[in-house]
């Protein structure tokens, strides 16, 4: 049984930081498509970041600069740095894996298999 578990959320004043984990079990994932969506009170989840089975990243532009993922296969992990947080920043932060071929840049929420429950990322002004 697969299961994605994220932690590392919380309560943070704007301009903090926070680093995410995601840690997988069931499968091994050093293949898998990476990512990380968020979805705030009342809006649509959103793509955030994506690390490719081959290392290369992509951010959603609102965060470039300020977020990075990466990914431990040995420990069938991904993180999520979070830098230079702010207010609108604030959204439960998901992680989610999906099996690719090609060079895809899968973006919207419908294109991955398995999700994490989230986790609380709340930025105070």
């Known amino acids: 049984q697969v299961q994605l578990v994220e932690s590392g959320g919380g309560l943070v004043q704007a301009g903090g930081s926070l680093r995410l984990s995601c840690a997988a079990s069931?499968?091994?994932?050093?293949?898998?498509?990476w990512a990380w969506f968020r979805q705030a009170p009342g809006k649509e989840r959103e793509f955030v970041a994506l690390?490719?089975?081959?290392?290369?990243?992509y951010y959603t532009d609102s965060v470039k600069g300020r977020f990075t993922i990466s990914r431990d296969n040995a420990k069938n992990t991904v993180y999520l740095q979070m830098n230079s947080l702010k207010p609108e920043d604030t959204a439960v932060y998901y992680c989610?894996?999906?099996?690719?071929?090609?060079?895809?840049?899968?973006?919207?929420?419908?294109?991955?298999?398995?999700w994490g429950q989230g986790t609380q990322v709340t930025v105070s002004s």
């Open positions: 989610a894996a999906v099996s690719l071929l090609g060079s895809v840049v899968p973006t919207t929420a419908n294109w991955y298999k398995f």
């Open positions: 069931g499968r091994t994932f050093s293949t898998y498509y």
């Open positions: 690390s490719w089975s081959d290392g290369n990243t």
